[in-house]
């Protein structure tokens, strides 16, 4: 498993881009290799928000950026904002004791 994390910075509008990424998220859930995501906003500004993606692996990641219905889903988001993206590995995963 690989983690692609996004950070994007917003100089369109918020509620948009939340809507526009929601559009992605729709066509990404379908992709091979999808595993799950978050979109997260930063609660000390609206305009930061981090996008953490699980992928089987970064093949299946590369492959889904390369077709065409995912490319045009995503031109809209570079309207509204720039996004920093990595892709990392899982180091270390734990939960609450709680659980």
């Not at 983690?3 to 990424?21: A, D, I, M, T, Y």
């Not at 992928?55 to 492959?63: G, K, N, Y």
């Amino acid at each position: 498993m690989i983690v692609l994390v996004n950070v994007f910075q917003v100089h369109g509008s918020p509620p948009e881009f939340e809507r526009e990424f929601a559009n992605v998220s729709e066509c990404m859930r379908a992709q091979p290799g999808f595993l799950h995501h978050r979109l997260l906003c930063s609660q000390g500004t609206d305009s930061t928000y981090v996008n953490v993606a699980e992928w089987q692996d970064e093949q299946s990641l590369r492959d889904a950026l390369a077709r065409p219905e995912v490319v045009g889903r995503l031109r809209p988001l570079t309207a509204l904002a720039t996004g920093r993206a990595t892709v990392c590995r899982l180091v270390l995963d734990r939960s609450s004791l709680e659980v």
